[in-house]
């Protein structure tokens, strides 16, 4: 089982509280992770990564085990503790001002 953290508006949109558990089937990387996630909560499709590119939204970072994980290649493995269920995969909203 895969722990996923999501920002609050996020979790207001999927209407889910707290953590999110995904299976995911395979290889644990990214791009598994955010496929399981818009599969279980299709309402979340576009809002992460483009529709068309699949490259992660400029104000969405991603990460794990506190490390930015957010300019990883897609398929890359995730941290064995993250695909372990022992540490959740974070997806945090930036923000940006001036």
Same mark, same amino acid.
């Given at each position: ?29 990214? *791009? ?9 909560? =299709? ?7 483009? &529709?068309?590119?699949?490259? *992660? *939204? ?12 957010? &300019? ?15 540490? =959740? ?10």
């Amino acid at each position: 089982m895969i722990r996923v953290v999501l920002p609050q508006h996020l979790r207001t949109l999927a209407k889910v509280d707290g953590e999110v558990e995904l299976e995911v089937a395979g290889p644990v990387t990214q *791009r598994a992770v955010l496929d399981a996630l818009e599969a279980k909560y =299709p309402v979340l499709g576009g809002t992460i990564r483009d &529709h068309a590119t699949q490259q *992660r *939204r400029a104000f969405i970072r991603f990460f794990a085990c506190e490390e930015d994980l957010s &300019h990883e290649p897609p398929d890359a493995l995730l941290p064995e503790s993250v695909a372990q269920g022992a540490e =959740p995969f974070l997806i945090i909203a930036a923000i940006a001002g001036g």
